[in-house]
């Protein structure tokens, strides 16, 4: 499976908006789209119109980047939505939400979703006293997610889970850093999601 190896920098100066791939160094002045905000390559000022279809596709890869997903994996995503009742564009953001790797991000387990994702997938995660090694496993409402015992002393997680006490977490995760534990309260709505992205357009760009 393809995956992007290049600066993640980049990826938020071609989209115009944070998209949080570093993880803490995103809150600060050092993140490059406070010091270049235009899209990279020696073209990157210039004013260009964009079509309806450009618009579309803006907003589809700035939600695949946003969750760090490849194009194929993202569609499947997209094509499971489509088969739930109810808005697919919501249906969309809420399977994204409920991936593990996700998860522990959102919770502090990880500071970026790339670094989650790499934490899931050494198997330092148990969900529900099984360890799960999937980032793309889907959480459902009352799911325990703890940190695996022997994982706990590792330097990294150790020093993200010292920090997440203090963080916000979105209203539909509960974590206590104390007991290295966090749950599920709930499936997230739309107004639990905070992605820069319009999924309508999302929806449009593949039901063209």
Partial sequence: MSR?????????????????????RCYTEKCSLNRKNHRPGQHGQ????????????????KL???????????????????KMAGQTGHNFLQLLERRLDNVVYRMGIGNSRSQARQIVLHGHIMVNGRKVDIPSYLVRQGDRITIAEGSRDVPVIKENVEVAGS????????????????????????????VPVKEQLVVEFYAR
């Avoid at 992007?4 to 803490?24: I, N, Q, S």
């Fill in 4 to 24: 992007y190896t290049g600066p993640v920098c980049r990826l938020c100066r071609a989209e115009g908006t944070k998209l949080f791939l570093k993880g803490d």
């Fill in 46 to 61: 210039r004013r260009t119109k964009v079509s309806e279809y450009g618009l579309r596709l803006r907003e589809k890869q």
């Fill in 64 to 82: 695949r980047r946003f969750y760090g997903m490849n194009e194929s994996q993202f569609r499947r995503f997209y094509q499971q939505a489509t």
């Fill in 167 to 194: 963080r916000t977490l979105p209203a539909w995760l509960a974590f206590d850093a104390d007991k290295y534990e966090g749950s599920v309260l709930m499936v997230p709505d739309r107004e639990h999601i905070d």
